[in-house]
Nanobody, 115 residues
Framework: QVQLVESGGGLVQPGGSLRLSCTAS????????MAWSRQAPGKQREWVAL???????NYADSVKGRFTVSRDNAKSMMYLQMTSLEAEDTAVYYC?????????WGQGTQVTVSS
């Protein structure tokens, strides 16, 4: 079955950096579009970045220029390098993929930006 596992979250000061990882199994990773999303307390989940199977990447305006998404197809992993973190980036971060009409999500990893 499809399984996505995020890691790398933690507590970081404003202006700091973190790298999140997403490990996928149960899919042909190289052929799948992958996404990062986040959900802050009391807010709806929002899309953050896309790493398409084609190699293209897309970012939400709120993170453009600060976050970089990448993928390693050989390892079935996707990454989110986050820099210049702000308090507003505090959220649970999820990776996801769409397979035959079903969106699969990981369990999420908490990112807290605070001094």
């Amino acid at each position: 079955q499809v399984q996505l596992v995020e890691s790398g979250g933690g507590l970081v000061q404003p202006g700091g950096s973190l790298r999140l990882s997403c490990t996928a199994s149960g899919i042909v990773f190289s052929g799948r579009n992958m996404a990062w999303s986040r959900q802050a307390p009391g807010k709806q989940r929002e899309w953050v970045a896309l790493a398409l199977a084609s190699g293209n990447k897309n970012y939400a305006d709120s993170v453009k220029g600060r976050f970089t998404v990448s993928r390693d197809n050989a390892k079935s992993m996707m990454y989110l390098q986050m820099t210049s973190l702000e308090a507003e980036d505090t959220a649970v971060y999820y990776c996801s993929t769409l397979v035959q009409g079903t969106t699969y999500w990981g369990q999420g990893t908490q990112v807290t930006v605070s001094s």
